[in-house]
């Protein structure tokens, strides 16, 4: 475990301060590690953002997202914003002019100067994607990317890229000013507790290691489910939609640490090294079988519990005749010794019943079957992965119901990750900030991984262009999308689990 001691002293430069992100998600967790006591004693964040305020104004509205935005605010203690509102700074830069960046420079080497701290500086590119490769010209056209003063690193969010090619070149420039190690492609999945722990799950345990491939599995489910619809980013989700949001950088991420073989020690580059395996494992989905592995859906205007909940061509910001999907759902294979011929089913979507990440290890049935007539209306064994919400870890087996007979039903031995510790799991921000700040890059996707889920994802994007008979279903809100998704699976029997809340 970490102690402040360990880390560097140190400068976060936030562009796109003023923005959403940086207010639901990146405040709050810069300020839990200061309550956690794990900032450095030599630490300032300064934002920055085309508004004109002043470091009176600008920690007001700190304070006010971290109020508004952090889960257990109601307990902070006022003093302690207070305080940790003396490192916060502020300097106005407009991302696109060139010569802000000067004023950047003067205004760090100033504060670094007069607090006596190292110019160790992290760039967190907050800010629309268009802007990635603009503000890091703007960076080492100033200087600002040399490190004979101190490192320089930079947090680039998602999406990276916006297909194979664009994801290719924005490396390309990226690199131009910044080496690899310096680059940290952030993907929040990675940094949540639970999906690490898949890894102590696996790697730890005897029992689960031996099962952990095709003699055992028979199939593998994925889901991450949403119960809102786009909201106010119907205009950013109408440009990208839920294969480029949610399933080439998390889920096929996820996907990846199911599926990893052990490292052969437990270092950044062999993890990353493993996952990047799999992910070039991933069998191509082509044009011709993008109809029959791959389904995608819309959701329509649909009555629930009294209310209309609008379709999603009826939302803010899209377009009235988009094609784009709102759901998918996937039959995808790893061809590698461990998986060769195992399914994985990946389904994502907007207006589903709950709100839900999980996999799902579906293990096969005994080979005899003792209780044959049992086996086909039942469920397989299970091992559930719940990456959220109530974190944890579930069996699902089945039991003889106690009485005359040899019924059957199936009974759950769950574990919640809660149940562990008293102390609050960390946000994923913060356990990712925290690593980039000590320089572990373990949880950050590196570019060849990046580049492997577009290859995979890439052709069935364009199916979906080109060809007009790939139907878009509709589903209605409040289902679990359209019913063509059971088509994916072989065994007319076998069905999507509905997970609860
Ligand atoms: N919001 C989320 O929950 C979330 C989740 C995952 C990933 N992300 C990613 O994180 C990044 C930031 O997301 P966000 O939701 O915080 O974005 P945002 O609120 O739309 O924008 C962040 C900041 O970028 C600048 N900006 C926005 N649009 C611009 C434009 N057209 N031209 C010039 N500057 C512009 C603005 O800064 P100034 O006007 O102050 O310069 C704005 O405050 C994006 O890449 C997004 O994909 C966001």
Not at 412 to 429: C, H, R, S, V
Request: glycine share 6%.
């Amino acid at each position: 475990m970490f102690s402040k001691k360990d880390i560097e002293e140190q400068i976060l430069v936030i562009f796109g301060s003023n923005g959403d992100l940086s207010k639901r998600k990146l405040l709050p967790a810069i300020f839990q590690l200061y309550l956690n006591n794990l900032l450095p004693e030599k630490f300032i964040v300064i934002g920055t953002g085309s508004k004109d305020k002043n470091e009176i104004t600008n920690r007001e509205d700190v304070k006010s997202a971290i109020l508004e935005f952090s889960p257990n605010s109601k307990h902070f203690d006022s003093k302690k914003i207070e305080n940790f509102l003396n490192c916060v700074y502020y300097q106005r830069v407009h991302n696109q002019t060139e010569t802000d960046f000067e004023g950047l420079k003067n205004y760090i080497n100033t504060l670094s100067a007069n607090l006596n701290i190292a110019r160790n500086i992290i760039y967190y590119f907050s800010i629309p994607p268009f802007l990635y490769e603009v503000v890091a010209n703007h960076l080492v056209r100033y200087g600002l990317n040399r490190e004979e003063d101190g490192w320089k690193r930079i947090i680039v969010e998602k999406p990276f890229g916006y297909s194979y090619a664009t994801a290719v070149e924005l490396d390309q420039k990226l690199h131009t000013g910044f080496h690899e190690d310096q680059i940290y492609r952030i993907d929040h999945y990675l940094g949540k507790e639970t999906v690490q722990n898949i890894m102590v799950t696996r790697f730890y345990n005897g029992f689960f290691e031996p099962i952990w491939n095709r003699k055992y599995v028979d199939r593998v489910e994925i889901t991450a489910a949403e119960k809102i619809g786009v909201g106010d980013r119907g205009g950013y989700y109408d440009t990208s939609g839920a294969m480029r949001d949610m399933i080439q950088n998390h889920l096929l991420q996820v996907l990846a640490v199911v599926a990893m073989e052990p490292p052969a020690i437990f270092d950044s580059n062999s993890i990353r090294n493993e996952t990047v395996k799999v992910l070039q494992a991933l069998r191509p989905i082509t044009a011709e079988n993008a109809s029959k592995q791959v389904v995608r859906g819309q959701y329509v205007a649909t009555q629930v519990d009294g209310q209309m909940c609008p379709g999603y061509r009826e939302e803010r910001g899209v377009d009235p005749n988009s094609k784009t999907e709102t759901f998918v759902a996937l039959k995808a294979f790893v061809d590698n010794w461990r998986w060769g011929d195992v399914p994985f089913y990946i389904r994502t979507g907007k207006r589903l019943p709950v709100r839900v990440t999980e996999v799902v290890i579906h293990l096969k049935h005994a080979p005899h079957q003792l209780f044959k007539q049992l086996c086909l209306t039942h469920p397989n064994n299970m091992i559930i992965l719940r990456i959220h919400p109530d974190a944890g870890i579930a069996i699902d087996f089945g039991m003889k119901i106690p009485g005359a007979g040899y019924k059957v039903q199936n009974v759950n031995m769950a574990f919640k990750y809660a149940d562990l510790t008293d102390a609050k799991i960390p946000e994923a921000y913060e356990r990712l900030l925290l690593d980039c700040m000590t320089g572990d890059s373990t949880l950050y996707a590196r570019a060849d991984a990046v580049r492997a889920s577009w290859k995979f994802v890439d052709p069935i994007i364009q199916a979906w262009k080109e060809k007009q008979d790939i139907p878009l279903c509709f589903y209605k809100c409040n289902s679990w999308g359209p019913l063509e998704a059971n088509n994916l699976f072989d065994e007319p029997y076998t069905k999507w689990c509905e997970p609860e809340e």
